[in-house]
């Protein structure tokens, strides 16, 4: 068995504090692409195509690949370094995106960002365990996860309020640099705490992790539910700020204004109900962790179409709040199922080997469907092409709901003990 150094509280909220941060910068630098799309597509004279290239493959392969290795560098070495020196990769590539004058340069800057991010969130998660007890763990998680809403709507607002009052570049530039100043502080006041009575039987090799979970059910079936969820779920965080300019007619600032505000409120909404459901449902019936998203997604398509197909920019604000709580809803569920898949030395590389599929289907294939279906439906719906595009995608919210009911047929089945 594995035993923790203890660490006052003081000490642990100050590192939670810190690492919330670095997972807040870590979706401002991710996402701050899509707030700024119409004027980099007009300076840089993209197509929708290409701009959800750039929005997708570059990062999302060396993102979900990279994960894995990282992962498992942190747990043997230090995972406070690594997360640090994440960080300052990312916000590095983050600034250098400033300097982009082409498509291809973009894409390499896009790649080394995905490259940063790839060490931030596991090690993440691992030393938020080690610095909680498990009574309080579930919650530390859940203050750890604001950093998705917390950092979309800063990325969108701060984005729009930087290249609106200068230009997209100093938005980049701004980002990353500030980011840069936040790596140093992790790596003074983040440190790892002692890992004793480490047993030799508890160092899994990593193949023999990709063995067990590959004859589990539970695991693909919930690995192509969320993948699907979050092909709609980033297609569309890529692409809704152009669609609120084409449809809408918002400017630069009222994108990032109407955005941010349903990001902070319906994003932290749905981290929070997730979790705290899951919890309350989960002890009485396992099978709940699954049940649970698969009744948020069929919530979530048709929500998502009617705001995005809403001629009225007020009606279209609490038809989007709905579906931008909900399409988030599975991540607490979701992600404790899976680590209760393995046995408890194995669980950080079932998450990786989950966040693998998720991120390379979702974030590797959502924006970049969205743009070549835009293109595909402009000789027919002119400037409406990337409304109906949008729309055209909220359907595999309904096929992650279908996919996911099969999962809760197996769950109880395939579920480890924490014993």
Known sequence: MTFQASATVPRARVVLCLLLLAYIFNFLDRTILSILAGPIIKDLKLSDWEFGVLSGPPFAILYSVLAIPFAYLADRTSRSRVIAGAVAVWSGFTALCAAATSFSLMFLFRMGVGIGEAGGVA????????????????????????????????????????????????????????????APIILIFVRDLPRKGIATSEQVP????????????????????????????????????????????????????????IFVIGGTAGVFAGGWLADRLGQADRRWYARLPAIAWLITAPTFAL???????????????????????????????????????MRSTASASFLLINNLIGLGVGPVLIGAMSGLFTERFGTE?????AVSVVGFYLLAALVMLFAVKRLRADWVDES
């Not at 950092?151 to 100093?170: E, K, P």
Request: charged share 10%; net charge positive; aromatic share 14%.
């Open 123 to 182: 090690p993440s998660y691992a030393l938020i365990a080690d610095y909680f007890p498990p009574e309080r763990r579930a919650r530390a998680l859940a203050i750890f996860s604001l950093g998705i809403p917390l950092g979309l709507a800063g990325g969108t607002l701060m984005g729009a309020y930087l290249a609106s009052w200068i230009d997209w570049r100093a938005a980049f530039l701004v980002m990353g640099l500030a980011g840069l100043i936040l």
């Open 206 to 261: 990593v193949w023999h992790v990709f063995a067990i979970i590959a004859r589990k059910p539970t695991f693909w079936l919930m690995g192509f539910a969320a993948s699907c969820s979050s092909l709609a779920g980033y297609g569309l965080l890529a692409w809704t700020p152009t669609v609120l300019e084409r449809s809408f007619g918002f400017t630069l600032v009222e994108r990032g204004q109407f955005l941010a505000s």
């Open 385 to 389: 092409a990337l409304r109906y595009a």
């Open 307 to 345: 705001g995005l197909m809403s001629s009225d920019p007020w009606a279209a604000w609490p038809l989007l709040l709905i579906p931008n709580a909900l399409n988030i809803l599975w991540l607490g569920p979701v992600t404790t199922a899976v680590q209760h898949l393995v046995s408890r030395p």
